[in-house]
Every structure is written in structure tokens, then in C-alpha cells.
């Protein structure tokens, strides 16, 4: 797939947007495979285990990834400080209700019933390489590379007794009933979601699923973006992975797996 320069344009200025929302119309077009099954980590809570606490924001907050504890990538706080991110469920409209909890995934809100969150962004670093060369010795292989970062919107949610596995229930119930597409408004803008479709999750946690989001770019074809859920005890957290040079190939949006376990990892 020949890779424009306003594609490369459109990266630069669309890296730290990643709801689908914000991103319309900054791909060239990508269509891509089905993706594979759904699966679930191993165990659930015990019916004698004492009834589980949700955490406050204060205590998610907490609980997100810093600065540091990811080798390779930067971590911002609040989903990068853009303002065109929704703060709350009210601020998604979707047009099936069926859908809201795959949205509010996908935007690192709440899949289930809370309000109480907590999201940052997790970033790749390739700014290290990036200042060793000169700008005469930069080719136009090391200026695509530079667009090959993936970006995760990291959400987590936590729920009193057993809000966490009704809440990934949601998630699973809305892709089964969300298959054929979806659309959701924020602010002044809609993006439609063409398929949506289980693929193969992590296994991280107690309980995990992932799907993958055929997204329409305004007309400039479609592309891919996974999403995992993962329950960890009471606390759900969402990923939600960007990747606008692979987009610009013809390529999907993944998840990092080290981002998904470094985060997991600090909630048990």
C-alpha cells in the first residue's frame, strides 16, 4: 500500500487522539482480517470469598502506570490531556444502546456501573534513537519509523461485590450484540464502527476478553483497532491501541503486551 505524506501529516497531528472519534479521516485505508475468537483468563470469585470494595479514583489513580515503570515508553496522565476525550459516560452518545459498554471501553470509561475511573496514555519511545542522528542523515525509512509508535488509552474501573464481572459480562454481551456496527458521538463529531468482532485476548488477570473495531476513516476506506478488557480482583481495566503509521500501511492497532502486563501486574 503506498504510504502518502499526508498520511504522515495526519499521524503527526492525530498521535495523541485515540478515541475513535478523533481520528476520522486520518488513515489511509487499512481493511484487515477477522480476528480470532474471544478468551478468558482462568478463574472467577468464589461464592464464600468476602464480598469485594471498589477502590475511590484517588486509589485507581494510584494504580495506573508511571513514568518509569514501562521500559521503552512514556506515560501521560488524564489520556494525554486532550480535551476532545469524553470525561463521563454522558458525554458518548451511541445509537445502540446494546453498544455503550464496548464505547465506554473504548474511550477507557467505565464498562460497567460506576462512574469512578481513572485513565492515562502509554506511549512508545523511540525518542532516544530518534536524537542520534543528524537531520542530513535521516532517511525517509527513519521518518516512517518514527510514525511506528503505538499508543495505548488505559482506563480502570473498580466495582463493589460483583460489579467487576458484571461489567466484563457487559463488555462480552455488548460485541456478540454490536457485530454488525455501531455509531458514537462526542462533542461535534461521529465516527461509525462498521464490524465489530472477538479476537484472542490475553489471558492476563482473572478474566479477559479483547474484540477488534473496524472503524470507518470518513470515506478513505476502514482500520482496525484492538481493544482488551481484563479483570483484576474488583478493578476492570480497558486498552485501547493506536497506531496511525501501521494504519497508514494498510496495517491494526495492537495492544502492546507489555502495557497490558506491566498494568495488570501492579493491580494484584
Known amino acids: 500500500m503506498k504510504r502518502s505524506s499526508g498520511a504522515r501529516l495526519c499521524a503527526t497531528a492525530a498521535v495523541g487522539a485515540l478515541s475513535l472519534v478523533l481520528i476520522t479521516g486520518c488513515s489511509d485505508e487499512g481493511s484487515k482480517k477477522d480476528s480470532k475468537e474471544s478468551s478468558k483468563g482462568s478463574g472467577s470469585s468464589s461464592s464464600s470469598a468476602p464480598a469485594a470494595k471498589a477502590l475511590t479514583a484517588a486509589e485507581l489513580e494510584k494504580l495506573l502506570l508511571a513514568q518509569g515503570e514501562v521500559k521503552g515508553y512514556k506515560v501521560e496522565a488524564g489520556g494525554a490531556g486532550d480535551a476532545s476525550l469524553p470525561k463521563s459516560k454522558s458525554a458518548v452518545k451511541v445509537d445502540k444502546a446494546a453498544c455503550e459498554p464496548l464505547v465506554y471501553a473504548i474511550s477507557a470509561l467505565p464498562p460497567g456501573d460506576t462512574d469512578v475511573s481513572a485513565r492515562n496514555t502509554v ?4 525518542s532516544a534513537q530518534a536524537g542520534t542522528k543528524s537531520p542530513e542523515d535521516i532517511s525517509e525509512s527513519d521518518l516512517e519509523d518514527a510514525f511506528n509508535i503505538t499508543t495505548t488509552l488505559v482506563g480502570l474501573s473498580s466495582y463493589e461485590g460483583d460489579g467487576a464481572e458484571k461489567a466484563m459480562k457487559a463488555v462480552t454481551d455488548s460485541v456478540t450484540a454490536c457485530s454488525g456496527g455501531f455509531s458514537m458521538t462526542s462533542g461535534s463529531e461521529t465516527q461509525k464502527a462498521t464490524k465489530v468482532t472477538s479476537a484472542k485476548a490475553s489471558g492476563l488477570g482473572e478474566e479477559s476478553a479483547a474484540f477488534t473495531v473496524v472503524a470507518d476513516m470518513d470515506g478513505e476506506g476502514t482500520a482496525d483497532f484492538q ?6 480482583g474488583s478493578t476492570v481495566a480497558t486498552f485501547y491501541g493506536i497506531n496511525l503509521g501501521a494504519l497508514a500501511k494498510g496495517g491494526n492497532s ?5 502495557v497490558s502486563q506491566a498494568q495488570v501486574a501492579k493491580l494484584k
Open 123 to 126: 506511549t512508545e519511545d523511540k
Open 227 to 232: 481493544v482488551e478488557v481484563v479483570r483484576s
Open 254 to 258: 495492537e495492544v502492546p503486551a507489555a
